[in-house]
């Protein structure tokens, strides 16, 4: 069946298919090419006949991933510089009130992903919550994030989520949704978006909740060090600075080659060579640094993690193993405080690790990046925020025997109800067992969307997150609120900060 929505560009055909009106490919911005590309996301002139909204739009220009395509993330998707556009699904059957929206941010290390992502399907959420869902594309790697110092030429990708969520403020409505109630939610580089956008001043009020899952709180590039890499980007390209005009006449092919022969400098910093930088314009300063200081005390929010984050990247080839002699530096690098008594403090942390080589390695990183600046971010918006609560998600993925564990990524299938989809399902798993923590997750989004408190029937209460009880919701084969998890390691990453 057809149906035919007036958006304030213009009006748009989509399709219904099992309950749910699916309008795919909605442009929210003017293309970013030519003379537009490097620039804030413009206006689009918008279109006088119906649009057919039946295809998802192409994929943001990025290197191929494996490891997208592994997870069902990326699919095999037409990609361009023009894919500034956005898809809704909504419940087809009418509703006495407007419904809650669910906006999601796709993750992709801030280089790759696109919305069309088979795990990113939005219709069983819609379906099932009653809700109407939003998932959107924006620009990534150098043509998003690249930092050429020009006034407002900074976080182009973030500029353009927040391009996406004016147009939701300003159409929503007529796609049954409640522009008044929106809350975002993203998963990696998406959620690491999210926490940016805590902290700028021009997404404030755009959306009133927001659900952050395994994001890296702290990473973050500064004006620097985002100069730095500008550099060494254009000097990958044969020049000597970063000359927009001459920018622009590159083919975006060329860009993309640049981009992937550079690599982050020096010590491992945040792991991706480009990343939100703060600029003191777009993102004044540090999210957490903001967020403490009650920047999105308005914002409802839950954070979580996955309790074996980074074992995903052991799909990764390279990595091998890592000497258990080495292992101490290497943590070493990792610790805040002085440079000069953290070597002893990474042996005494790596007490708290059992194991050797490589999966132990994994482990301290993925509380370095992960759960302990998550667990950062919750304590600084519960000062301000008693809606604050915070999760870990313990299902464990089947592929290559279990091996991964509860890993990256592995939560997102849950969260949006395609863990069953063909592409997806060897990574996340199937059957009544995954289909409950589905059930719960989902739920659990949808009734905090809804009403500011996540918790339902299908789980124990849910308590909001405050020291010192830091009391945690368990997302897996059982359900159950821990207090503290990992405090011991929380602790030991704290102490001497």
């Known amino acids: 069946m057809e149906a035919v929505v007036e958006t304030p560009l213009g009006p748009v055909r989509g399709s219904e298919q099992d309950g749910v009106r699916r309008f795919l490919g909605i442009p929210y911005a003017a293309p970013p090419v030519g003379l537009l590309r490097f620039t804030a996301p413009a206006p689009h002139p918008g279109w006088t006949a119906t649009r057919d909204a039946v295809d ?24 361009s510089e023009d894919c500034l556009a956005l898809n809704v699904f909504a419940p087809a059957a009418p509703a006495a009130a407007p419904r809650p929206v669910l906006v999601w941010l796709h993750g992709g290390a801030f280089q790759t992903g696109t919305a069309a992502g088979p795990a990113y399907d939005g219709a069983r959420l819609a379906r099932r919550g009653d809700v109407v869902v ?44 409640d522009p008044a109630n929106v809350t975002v939610f993203g998963e990696s580089a998406g959620a690491g978006s999210i926490t940016c956008l805590l902290a700028m001043p021009a997404a404030r009020g755009l959306f009133r909740r927001a659900i952050v899952q395994s994001a890296a709180p702290e990473g973050q590039l500064g004006a620097d060090e985002g100069a730095e890499r500008a550099r060494l980007l254009v000097e990958k390209l044969g020049g000597t600075r970063a000359d927009l005009d001459w920018l622009r ?70 990595f091998g193993e890592i000497p258990e002699a080495v292992l101490p530096q290497l943590v070493a690098t990792r610790l805040p405080g002085p440079p000069e008594t953290a070597l002893a403090r990474a042996e005494a942390l790596l007490a708290h690790y059992p194991g050797s080589g490589i999966e132990r390695f994994f482990a301290v990183e993925t509380d370095a990046s992960l759960f302990v600046p998550s667990t950062r971010l919750a304590e600084a918006q519960s000062r301000h925020q008693p809606h604050t609560f915070m999760y870990r998600f313990t299902w464990r993925s089947p592929l290559q025997g279990g091996k991964l564990g509860a890993c990256h990524a592995l939560d997102v299938p849950f969260a949006l109800g395609t863990y069953a989809l063909p592409k997806v399902r060897d990574f996340a798993g199937a059957g009544p067992d995954a289909e409950r923590v589905a059930h719960a997750m989902m739920d659990a989004w949808v009734a905090f969307a809804r009403t500011g408190d996540p918790s339902h029937p299908g789980i124990p209460a849910w308590p909001a997150y405050a020291p010192p009880r830091r009391a945690t919701l368990e997302l897996g084969a059982v359900c159950r609120v821990v207090d503290a998890p990992g405090e011991a390691r929380r602790r030991a990453f704290t102490e001497g900060a």
Not at 64 to 79: E, I, N, P
Not at 155 to 160: A, F, K, V
Not at 288 to 313: N, P
């Open 134 to 177: 939003v998932t959107l594309n924006y620009r990534v790697g150098a043509l998003g994030f690249l930092h050429t110092g020009v006034r407002g030429g900074s976080n182009l990708g973030l500029q353009d989520q927040i391009a996406a969520l004016r147009f939701v403020r300003a159409s929503i409505a007529a796609f049954g949704g």
């Open 249 to 318: 006449t590159l083919p975006g092919e060329q860009i993309l080659a640049a981009q992937a022969a550079c690599a982050e400098p020096g010590p491992r910093r945040i792991g991706m060579f480009f990343a939100p930088v703060i600029d003191g314009e777009t993102l004044p300063e540090r999210p957490l640094d903001a967020i403490a200081a009650g920047a999105a005390r308005d914002v409802e929010l839950i954070v979580g993690t996955t309790a074996d984050e980074m074992l995903l990247f052991t799909l990764v080839p390279g």
């Open 56 to 79: 998802f739009g192409p994929a943001p220009l990025q290197p191929a991933d494996g490891l997208s395509q592994t997870l069902g993330l990326l699919g095999q998707h037409a990609q």
